[in-house]
C-alpha cells in the first residue's frame, strides 16, 4: 500500500514570507515549482524508497524540502537542508515549521560540514543549483546572488557539488537536480556516468528564454 491515499500534494505555504525576505533568499519562482512537480510525478519512486534521510542543498525558500516531507508526511524521515546564506537557512526551517515539518537547517557551503557524517547515508538528495551563465566573479557571494550565478556554462557550482554526490547518496538513492539547455545536461550525464549513475530527466519545461529541466539520478544496477 502507499504510504499516502493523495494523488495531489498542496503547495507549501510561504505567505509567512514578506518582500523584505526576497531581498535576501530566492523568491520560488518556475524552476522550484518545476522541482515540486517532479518529486509529486516521481511520489511513488520515492515513498517506495522509504527515506530515512533526505537533503536539500541550497535550499532558499526552503519550499522543496517541505513539499519532499509533505509528500512523506506519514513516514518518519529526517530533513536536512543547508545554504550558504544563514537567512536562507532561518527561513527554510520557519517555513518547515509553517507547514508541520520539522526541519533541520545547516550553514554551510554546499555539504561541507555535514560530508563525513552523512556518508552513504542520503536517501532522497535536492538541489536547485546556481545555473545561470554569469561572470565567474559573481560565484561565491553569501548573499542572495549566490542562488545564481553559476559562472562559465552556468556550471562553476554544479561541478563542484557533482564530485560529492556518489560519497552522500545511499545505495538505493535518488538526486534531483534543476538545470537549464545552457549547462549542457549531456556533458553532466556523461560526467556522472563515469561515477556510476545512470541520469533520466524527469520533467522539462520552458520559462521564458530558459529551458529547464529536473534530473534524476541513481546509481546504475548491475
Given at each position: 500500500?502507499?504510504?499516502?491515499?493523495?494523488?495531489?500534494?498542496?503547495?507549501?505555504?510561504?505567505?509567512?514570507?514578506?518582500?523584505?525576505?526576497?531581498?535576501?533568499?530566492?523568491?520560488?519562482?518556475?524552476?522550484?515549482?518545476?522541482?515540486?512537480?517532479?518529486?509529486?510525478?516521481?511520489?511513488?519512486?520515492?515513498?517506495?524508497?522509504?527515506?530515512?534521510?533526505?537533503?536539500?542543498?541550497?535550499?532558499?525558500?526552503?519550499?522543496?524540502?517541505?513539499?519532499?516531507?509533505?509528500?512523506?508526511?506519514?513516514?518518519?524521515s529526517l530533513y536536512l537542508c543547508t545554504d550558504i546564506n544563514h537567512k536562507a537557512t532561518e527561513i527554510a526551517q520557519q517555513t518547515g515549521r509553517e507547514?508541520?515539518?520539522?526541519?533541520?537547517?545547516?550553514?554551510?557551503?554546499?555539504v561541507e560540514s555535514l560530508d563525513v557524517r552523512l556518508k552513504g547515508q542520503v536517501d532522497i538528495l535536492l538541489f536547485n543549483p546556481p545555473y545561470v551563465v554569469t561572470p565567474?566573479?559573481?560565484?561565491?557571494?553569501?548573499?542572495?546572488?549566490?542562488?545564481?550565478?553559476?559562472?562559465?556554462?552556468?556550471?562553476?557550482?554544479?561541478?563542484?557539488?557533482?564530485?560529492?554526490?556518489?560519497?552522500?547518496?545511499?545505495?538505493?538513492?535518488?538526486?534531483?537536480?534543476?538545470?537549464?539547455?545552457?549547462?549542457?545536461?549531456?556533458?553532466?550525464?556523461?560526467?556522472?556516468?563515469?561515477?556510476?549513475?545512470?541520469?533520466?530527466?524527469?520533467?522539462?519545461?520552458?520559462?521564458?528564454?530558459?529551458?529547464?529541466?529536473?534530473?534524476?539520478?541513481?546509481?546504475?544496477?548491475?
Amino acid at each position: 500500500m502507499s504510504l499516502t491515499s493523495l494523488s495531489h500534494f498542496p503547495t507549501p505555504k510561504i505567505s509567512h514570507l514578506s518582500t523584505d525576505d526576497f531581498k535576501f533568499i530566492y523568491e520560488p519562482a518556475e524552476d522550484s515549482f518545476l522541482l515540486l512537480d517532479a518529486l509529486e510525478k516521481d511520489c511513488v519512486r520515492i515513498e517506495k524508497l522509504r527515506p530515512c534521510i533526505c537533503l536539500e542543498v541550497g535550499c532558499g525558500s526552503g519550499i522543496c524540502i517541505t513539499f519532499l516531507a509533505t509528500i512523506l508526511k506519514s513516514w518518519p524521515s529526517l530533513y536536512l537542508c543547508t545554504d550558504i546564506n544563514h537567512k536562507a537557512t532561518e527561513i527554510a526551517q520557519q517555513t518547515g515549521r509553517e507547514n508541520g515539518i520539522n526541519i533541520q537547517p545547516v550553514t554551510t557551503d554546499l555539504v561541507e560540514s555535514l560530508d563525513v557524517r552523512l556518508k552513504g547515508q542520503v536517501d532522497i538528495l535536492l538541489f536547485n543549483p546556481p545555473y545561470v551563465v554569469t561572470p565567474e566573479s559573481e560565484v561565491g557571494s553569501k548573499g542572495i546572488e549566490a542562488a545564481w550565478a553559476g559562472g562559465e556554462r552556468g556550471r562553476q557550482v554544479i561541478d563542484r557539488f557533482l564530485t560529492k554526490v556518489s560519497d552522500l547518496l545511499s545505495e538505493e538513492g535518488l538526486f534531483y537536480m534543476v538545470v537549464i539547455k545552457e549547462n549542457i545536461p549531456e556533458e553532466i550525464e556523461q560526467m556522472m556516468k563515469k561515477e556510476g549513475f545512470d541520469m533520466e530527466t524527469v520533467l522539462t519545461r520552458r520559462s521564458g528564454p530558459e529551458l529547464l529541466s529536473i534530473l534524476r539520478f541513481q546509481r546504475t544496477q548491475a
